[in-house]
């Protein structure tokens, strides 16, 4: 029962172009919303959040939507750089603290 | 800045034998977790301490895995005998509290498994 999905494994733009990363949820109760950016080989970033009362939130090229009545999220890099070129993982922030992470969904900027 | 240690950063070891894996939180942190990460999927939590305390290891193979943290500080996540499908990332993470933040949680470098 996956609680947390990204349903594209993969995602190519055009560097300055926009990149928009989807996901979806089923549970109600998380109070949280995060995105973590992961290179090969190292353990994955934070990068943004949003609390589950608010419907946006930016933090310079990255902007997070929520959509609560749809249990939808989306990621908004503009404008893209090769340099955002990585794995991206929405996660749910349970009441107990932990994390429900997505599949991941590969970005690739093409200079 | 304040990081989480892991070690080691590569393990190799064949099937049946044990594995042990070792994780140093960021000072004051109070809550880690170890999570798993297969390649293509997302990381999943094995378990969650609170202090010295198990919080969460309701999907933890308790079988073959074990994890402690005695003295609340740093923790020790081991398999044995290791299996072929324990080949994985092995993600350590702590924050300040388990709940009442935002939920951020820092993490480690992680250790690359693989069971031949």
């Known amino acids: 029962d996956q609680q947390v999905k990204q349903n594209s494994p993969s995602l190519s733009v055009q560097e300055g172009r926009i990149s928009i990363l989807n996901c979806d949820y089923t549970?109600?109760?998380?109070?949280?919303f995060l995105w973590y950016k992961k290179y090969p080989a190292e353990g994955p970033t934070f990068l943004i959040s949003?609390?589950?009362?608010?419907d946006k939130n930016e933090d310079g090229r990255f902007t997070v939507f929520l959509n609560k009545s749809a249990k939808h999220l989306s990621l908004h890099i503009v404008p893209s750089q090769p340099g955002d070129s990585a794995v991206y993982f929405c996660a749910a922030k349970a009441d107990t603290g932990k994390l429900i992470f997505g599949q991941g969904t590969t970005l690739q900027v093409k200079p | 800045e304040a990081e989480v240690a892991q070690s080691p950063r590569y393990k190799i070891t064949e099937k049946s034998q044990a594995v042990a894996f070792w994780c140093d939180p960021i000072?004051?942190?109070?809550?880690l977790y170890w999570y798993r990460q297969i390649l293509g999927q997302g990381p999943e939590l094995l378990v969650q301490f609170q202090d010295e305390s198990v919080v969460d290891d309701s999907q933890l193979p308790k079988d073959r895995f074990s994890a402690e943290r005695l003295k609340g500080v740093d923790s020790t996540l081991k398999i044995q005998p290791a299996e072929l499908g324990d080949s994985a990332m092995y993600l350590c993470a702590s924050s300040l509290l388990g709940w009442g933040n935002t939920g951020e949680l820092f993490f480690g470098e992680g250790s690359r498994l693989t069971v031949l």
């Open positions: 000072s004051g942190h109070a809550t």
């Open positions: 949003i609390s589950s009362i608010k």
């Open positions: 549970n109600s109760m998380f109070d949280y």
